[in-house]
């Protein structure tokens, strides 16, 4: 039976070793990560989970819970190793999903003169418009954290302030500029900054074997019958994906968009290649759909925020500290919670379980 994976369909197939003569130079931001969900260090050797995020510029008093106008998922999760230095190799099994959103970056590369040619000679264009800015003086990737709007407005027009640099090669390449938001969607009023978080893998699998292992397994079938009729599906429904498939209600709704986009594309190429009747199967995908489900769950769930604002603190002790005062304080309130709807107050066993973890 023959099988079509996305990146097939859509894109040319990308090698599962990077390339390894790029002379554009890219300044590895930091020698250790952070988890983001935790606050936990992430050490050489250590599996993560990648999301790409894009956000505006946002002020350190601003609150920004789960997805917002503010900050977005720019693209699925990916499954990656921590190497030296902070550096991530992506997983084999999630090349072709990084190929996805690395393909659409590069088609709206900025720096590439043939892109900005095409896009400046447009009547119209509503595209992305993507820039790599350039450190003074040197040929390597500017932090774009630390700019303000107006001075990556200004750089756009000046080319010698641009790197140098036709296309981004790899997906470790691309993580590597997403470390310092040097990525930049930038127009003449606004400017998105692309940049990524990092979870420990062990971390969220352990919290998901715990608290979310019915809503994985549906969400995995759900996507497994998505993917499998991307082949012949040439309408995907955004608000299908959003809500019946990964099982979000809220948010994300621009991340289930480009996910649909990808669908609808790949339908008209598995027709424009005469393989209607072959589902297009790709279990790397269906990963990052349930990744992408359960993390937003997660995030939505603690009240915490895809906004890549955590540091390496070195000393767990005051995690430690915090996370035992809460799991005191819940243990205390669950505890409140079992007498007051008790059966000898007039409740049924029922109603003393649903309201059991009610904060």
């Not at 090669?169 to 969607?185: I, K, R, T």
């Not at 608290?211 to 993917?227: A, G, I, L, M, P």
């Not at 709704?253 to 594309?265: H, I, M």
Request: aromatic fraction near 8%; charged fraction near 25%.
């Amino acid at each position: 039976m023959l099988t079509v994976t996305l990146a097939l369909v859509l894109w040319a197939s990308r090698d599962a070793n990077p390339p390894q003569n790029n002379q554009t130079k890219v300044t590895h931001m930091s020698i250790s990560l952070t988890c983001h969900l935790s606050s936990l260090s992430i050490n050489s050797g250590d599996e993560v989970i990648v999301i790409p995020v894009s956000y505006g510029n946002v002020g350190d008093s601003s609150l920004v819970y789960g997805e917002s106008e503010h900050c977005n998922l720019a693209w699925l999760p990916m499954i990656a190793t921590c190497e030296d230095y902070g550096q991530l190799k992506l997983s084999d099994s999630s090349r072709s999903v990084c190929s996805i959103f690395l393909d659409d970056v590069n088609s709206s590369l900025m720096n590439n003169e043939q892109v900005k040619k095409e896009k400046d000679n447009a009547p119209i264009y509503f595209g992305k418009s993507y820039y790599l800015f350039k450190r003074d003086s040197f040929n390597e990737a500017l932090r774009g954290e630390f700019l303000t709007d107006t001075d990556c407005i200004a750089r756009v027009s000046n080319q010698e302030r641009l790197l140098d640099i036709e296309k981004i090669e790899s997906g470790e390449e691309l993580f590597a500029y997403l470390a310092g938001a040097s990525l930049m969607d930038v127009n003449q009023r606004s400017v998105q900054r692309y940049s990524r978080i990092v979870i420990r893998k062990d971390i969220f699998d352990s919290l998901v074997e715990r608290q979310y292992t019915e809503h994985k397994e549906k969400t995995t079938q759900r996507s497994r019958e998505y993917v499998s009729t991307m082949a012949t599906n040439t309408n995907p429904s955004v608000d299908h994906l959003q809500s019946r498939v990964a099982g979000l209600v809220n948010g994300s709704q621009k991340l289930a968009f480009a996910v649909t986009n990808t669908a609808r594309y790949a339908a008209y190429a598995a027709k424009a290649a005469g393989i209607n009747d072959k589902p297009l199967e790709n279990e790397a995908l269906v990963e990052s759909i349930v990744l992408w489900s359960l993390v937003a769950r997660i995030y939505r769930e603690v009240g915490k925020s895809f906004y890549p604002n955590v540091r390496r603190h070195h000393d767990m002790e005051p995690i430690h500290a915090l996370s035992s005062v809460i799991v005191e304080k819940v243990e205390n309130k669950v505890s409140n919670n079992l007498k007051y709807w008790a059966p000898e107050n007039g409740y049924d066993a029922e109603t003393q379980q649903q309201e059991k973890w009610n904060d």
